[in-house]
Structures are given as C-alpha cells and as structure tokens.
C-alpha cells in the first residue's frame, strides 16, 4: 500500500513538472529569438559607422596621395632647377677660365701690330750682311713676332688673315667696298688690319675692304 502510494506521488509530480515545463517553453523560445534578433540589430547598426569610417580613410588616403604626388612634382622642379644651376655655374667659371685673359690679350694686340709693321716696313733687300746692325735689328724684330705669336696660340688666340676669303660680319668689319679686279664680289679684297680669335670667339674682327660687283 505505501508502495502504491509512492508510485502514485512521483508520477503526480512528473506531470506537474512537464506542465511547468510546458507552459515557460514559449517563454524561453521568446526571450532566446529576441536576444538574437537584437544581437542582429547591434550588427546592422555597427554596419553604417563602419562603413562610414571606411568613407573617412578612403578621402584622407587620397588627400594624402595627391599631397605625396605634388611634394614629388615639387622635388623634381627643385632637382631640375639646382642642376640647372649648376651646369650655368659651371659654364660661368670655365668661360671665366677661358675668357678671363681676353682684356689682356687684347692690349696685347697692339703690341703686335706694332712689330707687325715694324717688320714691313724694313726693305728686305737691304737686310744683307753689309748692313749688320739693321739685319740684326730684323732678325731680333722678326724673332719677337714669332714668340708673341706662340704666347698667343698657347693661350688659344688665333690670327685672322682672311684676304681672299669670303666676307663674313661675325669675323670682319668691312670698311668699304668696291670693285676689285680679280676679286669675286663678296670676298675680302684688302686686309687693313688682321683680326683675332680667343677659343673660337672673336676677340677683333678683320678691318678689310669687300670686293662688289662693277
């Protein structure tokens, strides 16, 4: 009878608790789908600030190309601009090198005209051994043209006789022009004076005559 009494409580007790069990199911079911349609909302919501930033980054990353861009335009020009300079600089001080002499050379010049003429003007037929005193007075004249002449070349200052040649303003300065016999118009007829180079550039132009046509 206790027996019977016992199975009788237990199985009582198991239909209460599948009752209870039952009826807070739904409730557990409910609060279970909310948490994760809410867990859902919270990513939904992160999805615009995330994407908002990426927003933000993706500007400031094309700010900071387009800067890096200019800075190396800019980097370029001043490289360009400094071996420009440089290159002008170096121009100045091999011209200086060069040139630097030219004022001297040109007082020079007149020095050698002189002896130029000297030696001209001595007649050559009277430059003979009976005349001692002038043929050394020649030769000594003769010796020094020759010498300066040498100075001059190894400096590169270079002698313009252009008689013959055809005229040309960069190296000549006519003086007058006429008609020559002999001469083809255009070309130099009578060198007045010789001119001089220094490097290629003209120091002294020619003082020539052109010859024209009749």
């Not at 011209?95 to 002499?101: E, Q, S, V």
């Not at 007045?192 to 046509?213: D, E, N, S």
Request: charged fraction near 30%; glycine fraction near 6%.
């Amino acid at each position: 009878m206790a027996s019977l009494c016992a199975r009788a409580v237990r199985q009582s007790y198991s239909l209460v608790a599948s009752s209870a069990l039952t009826r807070a199911s739904p409730r557990l079911l409910c609060t279970a789908t909310q948490q994760k349609n809410g867990h859902r909302s919270e990513e939904d919501a992160e999805k615009p600030e995330q994407s908002a930033a990426e927003k933000v980054l993706t500007e400031e990353k094309t700010q900071l190309e387009e800067q890096l861009k200019e800075m190396t335009e800019k980097y370029k020009r001043a490289l360009a601009d400094t071996e420009n300079l440089r290159t002008r600089s170096q121009k100045m001080i091999e011209d200086a090198k060069l040139y630097g002499i030219q004022g001297f050379c040109k007082d020079l010049l007149e020095v050698a005209d002189i002896l130029e003429k000297a030696t001209e003007s001595v007649p050559k037929e009277e430059v003979t051994t009976q005349n001692p005193h002038l043929k050394n007075l020649y030769d000594g004249l003769v010796m020094t043209e020759v010498q300066i002449q040498k100075v001059f070349t190894k400096h590169g200052l270079v002698k313009l006789n252009p008689d013959g040649q055809k005229f040309d303003p960069y190296e000549h300065e006519a003086l007058f022009h006429a008609p020559v016999e002999g001469k083809e118009p255009g070309t130099v007829a009578v060198v007045t004076k010789v001119g001089y180079k220094i490097h290629g550039r003209t120091l002294r132009p020619a003082l020539v005559g052109v010859a024209k046509a009749p």
